[in-house]
């Protein structure tokens, strides 16, 4: 008979349940962007985690590495499942393709796998999207809608990201606009924020007709995600409070600068900052260093969005940071028991 000796602990959460319930909290939100953008974005997500687990089998058995060990351990589904949260959700088949082949074999295995990437692999593969594919990037945003003239099935949004040239443009301009963030920018630019926000996108006040309903369900599921101690408050909190401090800082200037509920809820701010920013690996670890290191990505989407060429700039913001993550780590590392300051 086995006799188990104290202590009785229970042992740490493993990966794959670490991966799969961030992938949990991210349903609520995936669930309506497709009720108000479409169904695109599942295309997105099944084009993205097919691609990346096949990416990822390849690397591994040219690593001679476990194959099955590390598919089901859920990084590479949840890397290509947060790119294909952030893509536009008619884009070219190609775009996620091309976005996980990028994300897995170059920021994930290129520096060796899980746990050695100094970058975000879902960030990275966004990036290389929008640097080398900006009008794709740029123009399939999904119509919400409360906008369109009709409902549209899931084979038009099919024949859209299919078809490619060969689909008819009367098509696409019926599915298709700009991001809430991107119509602000562009026409506050040529007129008033009082004209802008005569806009249909903006008419109902300040609600923008599905996205600040996606962002506040992020909310929802990156507050559980901390209730759960999958990821800790200090990240998401000082992203948030330092995009809001700016915002409000200039918000007296509306005909020049976005207002604090367009940065917070038009955009993929709870997307960063909740499953994105909280990357374990390539952020910050100490709590200090998470406050200075949220708060740079804060204000780097602050930055970039009002002054850069980029509406929604958290792609950028976080793989800046990224860079800062060792330095911050080096600087605010917590003193260990019995040790004196020099």
């Known amino acids: 008979m086995l006799v188990a000796s104290s202590p009785h602990t229970i042992g740490p959460v493993s990966v794959q349940q670490v991966m799969?319930?961030?992938?949990?909290?991210?349903?609520?939100?995936?669930?309506?962007?497709?009720?108000?953008?479409?169904?695109?974005y599942l295309i997105n997500a099944l084009l993205a985690v097919s691609t990346a687990l096949v990416a990822e089998a390849i690397i591994l058995r040219l690593r001679r590495r476990p194959i099955l060990f590390f598919l089901t351990d859920g990084s590479a589904v949840l890397t290509a499942w947060l790119l294909a949260l952030a893509l536009p959700p008619l884009a070219p088949w190609w775009i996620p393709v091309i976005g996980a082949l990028a994300a897995i074999v170059f920021a994930k295995h290129l520096y060796g796998g899980l746990g050695n990437n100094p970058f975000n692999p879902a960030m990275v593969g966004y990036a290389v999207l929008l640097v080398s594919f900006p009008v794709e990037?740029?123009?399939?945003?999904?119509?919400?809608?409360?906008?369109?003239?009709?409902?549209?099935?899931?084979?038009?949004?099919?024949?859209?990201?299919?078809?490619?040239?060969?689909?008819?443009?009367?098509?696409?301009?019926?599915?298709?606009?700009?991001?809430?963030?991107?119509?602000?920018?562009?026409?506050t630019a040529l007129t008033s924020a009082a004209v802008v926000r005569e806009d249909p996108l903006f008419s109902a006040g300040w609600r923008l007709y599905g996205w600040e309903w996606v962002s506040l369900l992020y909310l929802l599921g990156g507050v559980v995600l901390i209730w759960q101690r999958v990821i800790s408050w200090h990240t998401p909190v000082a992203v948030l409070a330092s995009l809001a401090l700016l915002a409000l800082v200039f918000s007296w200037a509306g005909d020049q600068y976005m207002p604090i509920?367009?940065?917070?809820?038009?955009?993929?701010?709870?997307?960063?900052?909740?499953?994105?920013?909280?990357?374990?690996?390539?952020?910050?670890?100490?709590?200090?260093?998470?406050?200075?290191?949220?708060?740079?990505?804060g204000v780097l989407?602050?930055?970039?969005?009002?002054?850069?060429?980029?509406?929604?700039?958290?792609?950028?913001?976080?793989?800046?940071?990224?860079?800062?993550?060792?330095?911050?780590d080096h600087y605010t590392r917590p003193r260990a028991y019995g040790e004196q300051r020099t």
């Open 261 to 297: 509920d367009l940065h917070l809820l038009g955009g993929a701010t709870m997307l960063g900052a909740f499953f994105i920013a909280t990357d374990p690996v390539s952020s910050a670890t100490s709590n200090r260093g998470k406050l200075i290191y949220g708060a740079g990505i």
């Open 301 to 328: 989407i602050y930055v970039i969005r009002t002054w850069g060429n980029y509406p929604d700039a958290v792609a950028f913001a976080v793989l800046l940071m990224n860079f800062a993550a060792p330095l911050i």
């Open 137 to 187: 990037m740029t123009t399939r945003w999904g119509m919400p809608a409360a906008l369109a003239s009709e409902a549209h099935s899931l084979a038009e949004a099919a024949q859209v990201i299919f078809a490619g040239l060969r689909v008819e443009q009367t098509l696409v301009d019926g599915m298709t606009m700009a991001t809430p963030l991107d119509v602000y920018k562009t026409e």
């Open 20 to 40: 799969f319930r961030v992938w949990l909290a991210t349903l609520p939100g995936f669930a309506a962007l497709i009720w108000f953008f479409g169904w695109g």
